[in-house]
């Protein structure tokens, strides 16, 4: 790989954290001059040759001054399995860098993910089953699923917090070659944070509405010339803005060992600690919107009433969410050569959910009305209480290398490996005993100190576990400066093992005959095996130096329980062990753009992803085929850096016209659109900095109009309207160590849903107009 001198922001394949915003922030304010004789010091044992060391080096000035730069540009991804700057990878890729979610106050995963046009919390779950943690859909898909730590995927319907993430990288389109099974639209990686030379210690403490109190820290401490200690810890305990009793309390503890920094060997060891106990939100009836009608045709005047308070709470103070979660993770990285670096992966990771949110249905059945004149005698049952009792694991060993090879005139930038992985999914049956059940909560005026809810292990539970064996090849083909072709093929060989034992007579189990009603018996006992081969072809053309063109084909495969390591025996799920993998291909033409001396990147791609294998119910027999075929097409733009020094800009636009190609209709109104997606969606995040040395900025959600799925319900909404919200920062240097920040969200108090369920009953309201206050340090 060729040495690119002019490259601003170069990050090594062999560090396990790009680290944009320490390196850049340092040679902001310590000045070019100063800067480039420290990274030719840095990089003395490798200046000859042109190997991987060579071309992506870095210097590692320290934490001083973390967090004082503006820039969000990141050329190139934290995975050895990307050779390429982002520039001239064949792919619609996004980085969030940490800068980024400082300046924005994001404290999760899903907060992260608002800079990513298009990816959010769209869909609240079915009637009883409320949807938890970062349940994203990306391009029309669920991806839940397919969210990595470093590399490594990472089980659980948790929130993430960002504490210790250095940045997040948002692959969109099949991502099967890189990670295995994935979803249709692509893939989300969390790159931890990683001790580096230097000392330094960096943090923040923030109180803002809703109660929200947070703080944060992060220690780096040389241990000598070539090892480094690095801490980064977290304490959150809050309320949610506009939302009546929901909590959010937690903690976390980060501490890592980095040894051989500089030298040809280095060796991370990471631990992550976090524990959560929230009291989680439900959300709230949709009676009163846009597009309600009565559920009960016999008392239409509900169709009529007066929209219930947003903040309302439903659930009741016995409602929890607790998590505990665990990763151990060593990285061991070789250069053997200037050309060629081993990195080897492995981790064991932990996470315990215990969950209960009493959820509601405000059908004809659950929204009682005694005095149809009198509004505030109507109430609403709370009879879906909502167990969820998990733990999952995960025992994975990746060994993977890079190498720089030329051959008659082409240069092969190779990137390869192995994975061997251990998934494990066990879930404890929760339910409600002796007919026990929360009293009804009254619609308008809900009161949340109640009890009469017995509950208990029922004796089911259920086991699944996929173990896998990967390996996997990449090669970016240089045939000149103008021409390029990258290639990458994946082989995974699966096995999925699952069990269970369930209560007889509930839905999708066997009957109860002549045992009595809830009886415990064999449930699903069955597994499921085969090989998943992905791969992408991508072609580059390069006009200029600073830019490229591009045409890419790629390939992906999710077989069943690929998601949750659950099989199923009913015949309309997807995760039933007689189907085959769903299927993704995706066709994308796109072209980047470095501008203004690199310092700002612009892409457009047009893209096409199409999914087959899906599941579709036969009109005459009734019974379900793979014959189904689903379709998201359009367009994506983006422009990430710095228009001046003083100017940072991170936007994206994209339109998605997701659509049933070929199947049963999945949105309520009956057409051919595909639910939880808008039509198009548009972000942006903006800052300027003041010559006094303030810092303003500010930023733009567009998301546009979004259907529901369909199950029959009566008198929903169909869909939710499309919604504009504008944020504000402002930042200003109190002392050489101490900023102050002020971020208001919703600057302009817009009432939307962020997220609605799939019969229509509930919803989740925008947060509305709040603010937080941060101090911001560094030493």
Same mark, same amino acid.
């Given at each position: 790989?060729?040495?690119?001198?002019?490259?601003?922001?170069?990050?090594?394949? +062999?560090?396990?954290?790009?680290?944009?915003?320490?390196?850049?922030?340092?040679?902001?304010?310590?000045?070019?001059?100063?800067?480039?004789?420290?990274?030719?010091?840095?990089?003395?044992?490798?200046?000859?040759?042109?190997?991987?060391?060579?071309?992506?080096?870095?210097?590692?000035? &320290?934490?001083?001054?973390?967090?004082?730069?503006?820039?969000?540009?990141?050329?190139?991804?934290?995975?050895?399995?990307?050779?390429?700057?982002?520039?001239?990878?064949?792919?619609?890729?996004?980085?969030?860098?940490?800068?980024?979610?400082?300046?924005?106050?994001?404290?999760?995963?899903?907060?992260?993910?608002?800079?990513?046009?298009?990816?959010?919390?769209?869909?609240?779950?079915?009637?009883?089953?409320?949807?938890?943690? !970062?349940?994203?859909?990306?391009?029309?898909?669920?991806?839940?699923?397919?969210?990595?730590?470093?590399?490594?995927?990472?089980?659980?319907?948790?929130?993430?917090?960002?504490?210790?993430?250095?940045?997040?990288?948002?692959?969109?389109?099949?991502?099967?070659?890189?990670?295995?099974?994935?979803?249709?639209?692509?893939?989300?990686?969390?790159?931890?944070?990683?001790?580096?030379?230097?000392?330094?210690?960096?943090?923040?403490?923030?109180?803002?509405?809703?109660?929200?109190?947070?703080?944060?820290?992060?220690?780096?401490?040389?241990?000598?010339?070539?090892?480094?200690?690095?801490?980064?810890?977290?304490?959150?305990?809050?309320?949610?803005?506009?939302?009546?009793?929901?909590?959010?309390?937690?903690? /976390?503890?980060?501490?890592?060992?980095?040894?051989?920094?500089?030298?040809?060997?280095?060796?991370?060891?990471?631990?992550?600690?976090?524990?959560? *106990?929230?009291?989680?939100?439900?959300?709230?009836?949709?009676? &009163?919107?846009? &597009?309600?009608?009565?559920?009960?045709?016999?008392?239409?005047?509900?169709?009529?009433?007066?929209?219930?308070?947003?903040?309302?709470?439903?659930?009741?103070?016995?409602?929890?969410?607790?998590?505990?979660?665990?990763?151990?993770?060593?990285?061991?990285?070789?250069?053997?050569?200037?050309?060629?670096?081993?990195?080897?992966?492995?981790?064991?990771?932990?996470?315990?959910?215990?969950?209960?949110?009493?959820?509601?249905?405000?059908?004809?059945?659950?929204?009682?009305?005694? !005095?149809?004149?009198?509004?505030?005698?109507?109430?609403?049952?709370?009879?879906?209480?909502?167990?969820?009792?998990?733990?999952?694991?995960?025992?994975?060993?990746?060994?993977?290398?890079?190498?720089?090879?030329?051959?008659?005139?082409?240069?092969?930038?190779?990137?390869?490996?192995?994975?061997?992985?251990?998934?494990?999914?066990?879930?404890?049956?929760?339910?409600?005993?002796?007919?026990?059940?929360?009293?009804?909560?009254?619609?308008?005026?809900?009161?949340?100190?109640?009890? /009469?809810?017995?509950?208990?292990?029922? /004796?089911?539970?259920?086991?699944?576990?996929?173990?896998?064996?990967?390996?996997?090849?990449?090669?970016?083909?240089?045939?000149?400066?103008?021409?390029?072709?990258?290639?990458?093929?994946?082989?995974?060989?699966?096995?999925?093992?699952?069990?269970?034992?369930?209560?007889?007579?509930?839905?999708?189990?066997?009957?109860?005959?002549?045992?009595?009603?809830?009886?415990?018996?064999?449930?699903?006992?069955?597994?499921?095996?085969?090989?998943?081969?992905?791969?992408?072809?991508?072609?580059?053309?390069?006009?200029?130096?600073?830019?490229?063109?591009?045409?890419?084909?790629?390939?992906?495969?999710?077989?069943?329980?690929?998601?949750?390591?659950?099989?199923?025996?009913?015949?309309?799920?997807?995760?039933?062990?007689?189907?085959?993998?769903?299927?993704?291909?995706?066709?994308?033409?796109?072209?980047?753009?470095?501008?203004?001396?690199?310092?700002?990147?612009?892409?457009?791609?047009?893209?096409?992803?199409?999914?087959?294998?899906?599941?579709?119910?036969?009109?005459?027999?009734?019974?379900?085929?793979?014959?189904?075929?689903?379709?998201?097409?359009?367009?994506?733009?983006?422009?990430?850096?710095?228009?001046?020094?003083?100017?940072?800009?991170?936007?994206?636009?994209?339109?998605?016209?997701?659509?049933?190609?070929? &199947?049963?209709?999945?949105?309520?109104?009956?057409?051919?659109?595909?639910?939880?997606?808008?039509?198009?969606?548009?972000?942006?995040?903006?800052?300027? +900095?003041?010559?006094? *040395?303030?810092?303003?900025?500010?930023?733009?959600?567009?998301?546009?109009?979004?259907?529901?799925?369909?199950?029959?319900?009566? /008198?929903?909404?169909?869909?939710?309207?499309?919604?504009?919200?504008?944020?504000?920062?402002?930042?200003?240097?109190? +002392?050489?160590?101490?900023?102050?920040?002020?971020?208001?969200?919703?600057?302009?108090?817009?009432?939307?849903?962020?997220?609605? *369920?799939?019969?229509?009953?509930?919803?989740?309201?925008?947060?509305?107009?709040?603010?937080?206050?941060?101090?911001?340090?560094?030493?």
């Amino acid at each position: 790989m060729a040495f690119i001198t002019s490259r601003k922001h170069p990050v090594t394949p +062999h560090q396990p954290q790009p680290g944009s915003g320490l390196f850049t922030a340092a040679t902001l304010f310590t000045g070019l001059a100063l800067a480039l004789p420290a990274m030719a010091a840095d990089l003395a044992p490798f200046t000859a040759g042109s190997g991987p060391q060579v071309a992506n080096a870095r210097s590692l000035p &320290g934490v001083k001054v973390e967090a004082t730069t503006n820039d969000y540009r990141v050329d190139r991804l934290s995975s050895p399995k990307f050779t390429q700057p982002l520039l001239d990878t064949t792919q619609t890729i996004s980085v969030i860098t940490k800068e980024l979610l400082q300046q924005q106050g994001a404290a999760t995963l899903t907060e992260a993910l608002r800079n990513s046009p298009g990816v959010g919390t769209f869909y609240v779950g079915e009637n009883g089953s409320t949807t938890t943690g !970062d349940s994203i859909y990306m391009r029309g898909f669920d991806t839940s699923g397919s969210i990595f730590v470093d590399g490594v995927r990472d089980l659980g319907s948790i929130s993430r917090d960002v504490f210790n993430i250095e940045q997040v990288e948002v692959t969109k389109g099949p991502a099967g070659t890189d990670n295995g099974r994935t979803s249709p639209s692509g893939a989300v990686n969390l790159v931890s944070k990683q001790p580096q030379s230097g000392n330094g210690i960096s943090g923040s403490i923030g109180y803002g509405s809703g109660q929200r109190q947070r703080a944060t820290a992060d220690w780096n401490q040389a241990l000598g010339e070539q090892s480094a200690f690095r801490l980064n810890v977290m304490g959150q305990d809050s309320g949610m803005p506009g939302r009546d009793k929901v909590e959010n309390r937690r903690w /976390g503890v980060a501490p890592s060992l980095a040894f051989g920094l500089k030298t040809p060997t280095r060796v991370y060891l990471d631990f992550l600690h976090v524990k959560q *106990n929230n009291l989680p939100d439900g959300g709230v009836p949709t009676l &009163g919107l846009p &597009g309600y009608g009565s559920p009960d045709p016999a008392r239409p005047f509900i169709g009529n009433a007066a929209r219930v308070d947003p903040a309302n709470f439903y659930g009741t103070q016995a409602d929890h969410d607790d998590v505990e979660a665990d990763l151990v993770t060593a990285i061991v990285e070789h250069d053997v050569s200037p050309d060629v670096v081993l990195h080897n992966t492995t981790r064991w990771g932990r996470t315990h959910q215990d969950y209960l949110l009493t959820s509601f249905r405000g059908d004809a059945t659950n929204l009682l009305t005694p !005095d149809a004149a009198d509004p505030s005698t109507w109430t609403i049952a709370r009879s879906l209480p909502t167990f969820k009792d998990q733990t999952n694991r995960i025992l994975t060993n990746q060994t993977h290398v890079t190498a720089n090879v030329d051959t008659g005139g082409i240069t092969h930038n190779l990137s390869a490996g192995i994975e061997l992985t251990r998934e494990k999914a066990g879930t404890v049956g929760l339910a409600a005993l002796n007919g026990s059940a929360w009293p009804a909560a009254n619609l308008y005026h809900p009161n949340a100190d109640v009890g /009469g809810l017995v509950h208990g292990r029922t /004796g089911a539970h259920s086991e699944g576990r996929t173990d896998t064996a990967a390996g996997y090849l990449f090669d970016t083909l240089k045939f000149n400066e103008q021409w390029q072709v990258n290639a990458g093929m994946r082989l995974d060989h699966y096995t999925t093992d699952f069990s269970s034992m369930v209560i007889c007579g509930a839905r999708n189990s066997p009957a109860c005959g002549a045992l009595p009603a809830g009886s415990v018996l064999p449930g699903v006992d069955s597994g499921k095996s085969g090989n998943l081969p992905n791969y992408k072809l991508g072609v580059l053309y390069k006009p200029a130096a600073n830019g490229s063109v591009y045409a890419n084909f790629a390939v992906s495969q999710e077989p069943p329980g690929g998601n949750t390591l659950t099989l199923s025996a009913s015949a309309n799920s997807a995760d039933n062990p007689n189907l085959d993998p769903q299927k993704a291909r995706t066709i994308e033409l796109g072209t980047k753009w470095d501008l203004l001396d690199e310092k700002l990147l612009l892409t457009g791609a047009l893209y096409r992803t199409t999914v087959s294998n899906e599941l579709a119910q036969d009109p005459v027999d009734l019974q379900y085929y793979q014959v189904g075929k689903k379709r998201v097409e359009g367009i994506e733009l983006s422009a990430v850096g710095k228009i001046s020094d003083n100017w940072a800009v991170s936007a994206g636009y994209t339109t998605m016209d997701a659509k049933v190609i070929n &199947g049963s209709a999945v949105a309520d109104d009956g057409s051919a659109d595909l639910a939880y997606t808008p039509k198009s969606a548009f972000t942006a995040w903006t800052t300027w +900095h003041q010559p006094f *040395n303030l810092t303003i900025g500010g930023g733009a959600r567009y998301a546009g109009q979004m259907k529901r799925g369909t199950d029959g319900a009566v /008198g929903t909404p169909a869909f939710t309207g499309a919604y504009w919200v504008f944020d504000a920062m402002a930042s200003y240097p109190v +002392h050489e160590n101490v900023d102050l920040q002020l971020n208001v969200y919703n600057l302009f108090d817009r009432n939307h849903v962020a997220a609605i *369920n799939k019969s229509g009953y509930r919803y989740s309201p925008g947060a509305p107009r709040s603010a937080m206050l941060t101090a911001n340090f560094r030493f």
